[in-house]
């Protein structure tokens, strides 16, 4: 699975847009962009994923570059809850085994 | 609650006696993961199982680490004769392998594990 890149921490309002990026230059054709979050102490949520079109659900939207070697998650209209480490993670369908996880962004949602 | 589940949630243990932790998956799930997490790392994969199939361990499960998916639900997760290396929050999560589907992992609480 490829590699990404995320920034080690970042800071957002409350009630404002937060955008998280993520670089995945050596993506494969057939590999999806996942997004999980993990609040302190509990275990990782999913929160959406993609492989080339942007996707948005109740939680988030994904917005991933026509060349698919980047993507930002977009939360918008952050709450202090959504303090949290977000991951960005590459992972191929047809392996179904193995989520890589990197050290994440590290977001805090000040009031 | 339909999520995946695990137990006991917080264990604390002494150096050397055996610790099992119990998983139990999404219950149309057919693949069943455990992951480890140190403090301020991401989880690391140790292993997974397709029904009661272990497919694929990790280098880091040593031989002190077993796992069991005995009827293709639940799953057990033994660590014999504990290090004090060996705390960590060890994480379950659970898929439904299929074609057409998505394979996306859901993960329970987790069991926090201290060994003094």
């Known amino acids: 699975d490829a590699k990404t890149t995320q920034p080690t921490s970042m800071d957002c309002a409350e009630g404002r847009a937060a955008n998280l990026p993520c670089n995945h230059s050596?993506?494969?054709?057939?590999?999806?962009v996942y997004w999980y979050r993990q609040i302190h102490s509990q275990g990782p949520q999913y929160i959406i994923h993609?492989?080339?079109n942007n996707e948005t659900n109740e939680m988030a939207s994904l917005i991933i570059t026509e060349d698919r070697k980047s993507s930002t998650l977009i939360l918008p209209h952050a709450t202090l809850r959504d303090t949290a480490v977000y991951y960005c993670?590459?992972?191929?369908?047809?392996?179904?085994?193995?989520?890589?996880f990197g050290e994440g962004t590290q977001l805090t949602v000040n009031p | 609650d339909t999520g995946v589940s695990q137990n006991p949630r917080h264990k604390i243990t002494k150096r050397g006696q055996n610790v099992t932790f119990r998983c139990d998956p999404i219950s149309e799930h057919n693949r069943l993961y455990w992951y480890r997490q140190t403090l301020g790392q991401g989880p690391e994969f140790l292993t997974y199982f397709q029904n009661e199939a272990q497919l694929e361990k990790s280098r880091l499960l040593s031989d002190r680490f077993s796992a069991e998916r005995p009827k293709g639900s639940f799953s057990t997760l033994e660590i014999q004769r504990t290090e004090q290396g060996d705390s960590a929050m060890y994480l379950c999560a659970s898929s439904f392998w299929g074609q057409g589907t998505s394979m996306t992992q859901y993960f329970g609480p987790g069991t926090r594990l201290l060994v003094l």
């Open positions: 050596t993506i494969s054709g057939n590999e999806y």
């Open positions: 993670i590459v992972r191929s369908e047809t392996s179904g085994s193995r989520l890589t």
């Open positions: 993609g492989l080339k």
